[in-house]
């Protein structure tokens, strides 16, 4: 069984397809522990809590940045045995950067959703990337989180057309749609073992 974590920001759309497919044993072998924003309004925190009865925790940076913020989280997650070899953390709208110490410390337990076909378009604003690029096909990327910005080996991904007649709104909700099912999909297949990685490719058994 993994103890799962999840770190958001904003809405918590994917903890919340997550979690309902937790519930509904989409995904099995998977225990959620607790959700950490580092926002404090966050809307995803209501609704790990109230709809989910998940215990949620909120770290606010207070200035603090790299590692000497990331440390606070480690703490949280060794209260809740999200430990770093058999523990998962999942990052869902999670918009602030990782410390290289925070990445070294959970080897490949560390999880990522980016809303468009990784290697093109990483960082902020990639739907908007994506239209503004003129590409005819988007997606989105499960990756293990490495040091880099949103370069970690790739589990799963998913595409969707891309339309002329496309906004940054239309094309992020077709992409939202597919997130939903694809980030429930890759952390069932890490929870029961199906992930092994030969140098960086992923390979699903
Ligand atoms: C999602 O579209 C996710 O892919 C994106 O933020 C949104 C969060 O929505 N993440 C990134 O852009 C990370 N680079 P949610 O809070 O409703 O899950």
């Not at 770190?7 to 989409?26: A, C, D, E």
């Not at 560390?110 to 990337?129: R, Y």
Request: with cysteine; net charge neutral; charged share 20%.
């Amino acid at each position: 069984m993994i103890n799962l974590a999840i770190l958001i920001s904003g809405r918590g759309s994917n903890m919340t397809s997550i979690l309902s497919s937790i519930q509904s044993r989409k995904i099995s072998n998977v225990c959620p522990k607790v959700v950490i924003s580092n926002i404090l309004d966050a809307p995803g925190i209501e609704i790990a809590k109230k709809q989910f009865g998940i215990p949620t925790e909120i770290i606010l940076p207070d200035g603090k940045k790299g590692w000497d913020y990331d440390s606070k989280i480690v703490n949280i997650l060794k209260k809740y045995n999200v430990t770093c070899t058999d523990g998962l953390i999942c990052l869902a709208g999670y918009m602030k950067i990782l410390s290289k110490e925070f990445i070294d410390y959970y080897p490949f337990r560390i999880m990522n959703i980016h809303p468009a076909l990784l290697p093109s378009f990483p960082g902020l604003n990639a739907q908007k990337q994506a239209i503004d690029y003129g590409v005819k096909i988007s997606g989105c990327t499960v990756h293990f989180v490495d040091s880099g910005i949103d370069s970690g080996p790739i589990i799963i991904q998913e595409s969707v057309p891309v339309y002329a007649s496309d906004t940054e709104e239309t094309l992020s909700a077709r992409i939202l749609e597919i997130e939903h099912k694809v980030y429930p999909n890759a952390i069932n297949l890490m929870a029961n073992d199906k992930i092994r990685l030969k140098n960086r490719t992923v390979i699903i058994d």
